[in-house]
């Protein structure tokens, strides 16, 4: 289930964490970021950072993986996975994930650092030297260097770096360069040795006591198995209840049950079978009330607990079959107490989920929401951006129908420069409430900042068919369209098109047979074109493409 909010507190918790090299506890929480937000990079690219700093690379490449995924012009995304292909010593692999962020962010001395790393042990012989001393800075080792703060530094300096070399090629110069305190440095966090010690483990010098022989085992008896237990009458007269309820019919179910109960009056079983046909009979009042009874004996004459599970579940059953979700949410959970099994674990998964939703109902608020939207109104004219959001998440709880207050979250979220989230509340505004324009105004300025100028102007474009005359959409359009032209003009025409192929929406124009004879078409006879503008969603299409570079026309 999405949630920004919890996402975010999540996150800032992963990225304390982090800091405080509590790598675990960091994965942990990013993980439960994911859960709130599946669609977020950064929080993926975290976790990777993670996995890689905790030494397991084959986690910390899919965690990269998914991060270049939903975010393929993002340089970081390539340096998280570079990271993870070196440690797993696919240095070709590291090579190329430098190259693709390279080309994204040329200056990014990490990847340029990464990539020189990655070329020096691709190119190194196969088996070194054998000396010990020069697997000390094996590409392992280096990743160790480059995922620790103190030492990641050092990769970026020159003569540390030529030191380093020098010592793999030869390691009898490691006695030249041992003076140096960044190789004494570098050799303490390879080795795992920490700061400030220098007390000495005491060993024991005593040998241990010699091993006394086992005792030689006698060869068991096979135990006999236990003679069947004769039925008692009570339990005849049970099965036969059940034999009768099976075949519905309930009145003779329902004497047989009475029999057996009369018979032995701690025969839980009966009574909860009784209660079943009472249900099918739609007397629920009853069946609970029979329940009840079953659990009183149950008490009495402390039957096992798998029974008494048994009775709570058939107590759940029927509170749920009359929408009652507190009763039966007390029932689910006394049968998980007295017996946790597959059946009764899932349904407490299921009322655990109605109970939420009926929590929710209930806390909803009309004037308790509008009190709270006033006060995040009132927070964010202060510039107290995250005390605001927490202010329309509680409005949002108490009314989450109200669409301008995810317009008022979202823009809180980009004051904070967390713009996917405030792209995902004003998608929830235009959700609830289409022809609100602030929707399409908050979920284009967040795109723009994301630099996603055609899926932004996509946006001003939706809140224009609303209102075509509207001044700041059409500024907003304006700018959009400027910044677009200067971004074009900077590309070949294959980088344009490359460019576009990328963009969903041109994909999906592409593979839209009936387009694909309207271009057919317009390239046979220009003159054909008018005629195809005509239609409102051919000119939709045609304009997108010819936005894109796809298509050229005349000027």
Known sequence: MSDPVKSLEAKNKGNKAFSDKNFEEAVKHFTEAIQYDETNHILYSNRSACYAALDKYKEALVDAQKTVQLKPDWSKGYLREGNALFGLLKYKETAEACEKGLKLEPNNEQLKSLLEDAKMYENRPAGGTGNPMASLFSAENILKLRMNPKTAGLLNQPDFMRMIQEIQVNPDKLN??????????????????????????????????PRQPEPVKKPQEQPKKPEPVPMTESQKERDLGNKYYKEKQFELAIQHYDKAVELDSSDILAMNNKAAVFVELNKLDEAIQICKQALEKAMETKADYKIKSKVYTRIGNIYLKQENVIEAYKAYNNAVLEDKNPETSANMQKIEKLKRQYDEKMYQDPQKSLEAKEQGIKLFK????????????EAIKRNPLDHTIYSNRSASYQKLGEYPYAVKDAEKCIELCPSFIKGYIRKGSALFSMREY??????????????PNNAELLELSRKAVQTLNQQQ?????????????KDPEVQEILSDPVMNQ??????????AIQNHLKNPSVARKFQKLVDAGIVKVGR
């Open 489 to 501: 003009a900077n590309l070949t025409d294959e980088e344009r098109l490359e460019q576009a192929a």
């Open 518 to 527: 309207i271009l057919k078409d317009m390239q046979s006879n220009p003159a």
């Open 382 to 393: 202060e510039g107290q951006y995250p005390e605001a959001i927490k202010a329309f998440e």
């Open 176 to 209: 030249q360069y041992i003076q140096d305190p960044r190789i004494m440095q570098a050799f303490g966090v390879i080795l795992g040795i920490p700061e400030a010690t220098g007390e000495s483990e005491e060993r024991s010098t005593t040998s241990p006591p």
């Open 454 to 467: 055609q899926k932004a102007l996509v946006a001003y474009d939706q809140g224009l068919h609303f209102e």
